[in-house]
Nanobody
Framework: QVQLVESGGGSVQAGNSLRLSCTISSRNTLDYFAIGWFRQAPGKQREGVSCIGRSDDATDYVDSVKGRFTISRDVARNTVYLEMNSLNPEDTALYYC????????????????????WGQGTQVTVSA
């Protein structure tokens, strides 16, 4: 069984930063999973924000966050982080992390339909 818990959300003004954490409880370490961060704003579809594969340099980002967000992982803590800088009101959403067993590749998907395990989400609100 795999459980994910997000934390670190909050309310900030535009231009500020937040760091989200996703801690994974599993009999396997992070090296077995691709981890994705997703967000869903009211009335919008869930979109992939970033992901990290079975290697620290196997990352991907949606164009709207490139240069502002950084994903990283701490294998010893089974935790993945999303550092979010220069936040703007368009980043307001409920942020989820998700995990998927990936074998034979370090690639990570940003398509939410490819992930099996999900956390409950943490709210990020950015005011102008």
């Amino acid at each position: 069984q795999v459980q994910l818990v997000e934390s670190g959300g909050g309310s900030v003004q535009a231009g500020n930063s937040l760091r989200l954490s996703c801690t994974i409880s599993s009999r396997n370490t992070l090296d077995y999973f691709a981890i994705g961060w997703f967000r869903q704003a009211p009335g919008k579809q869930r979109e992939g924000v970033s992901c990290i594969g079975r290697s620290d340099d196997a990352t991907d980002y949606v164009d709207s966050v490139k240069g502002r967000f950084t994903i990283s992982r701490d294998v010893a803590r089974n935790t993945v982080y999303l550092e979010m800088n220069s936040l703007n009101p368009e980043d307001t959403a409920l942020y989820y992390c998700a995990a998927q067993n990936i074998r034979g590749t370090t690639w990570c998907p940003t398509n939410p339909t490819l992930y099996t395990y999900w956390g409950q989400g943490t709210q990020v609100t950015v005011s102008a």
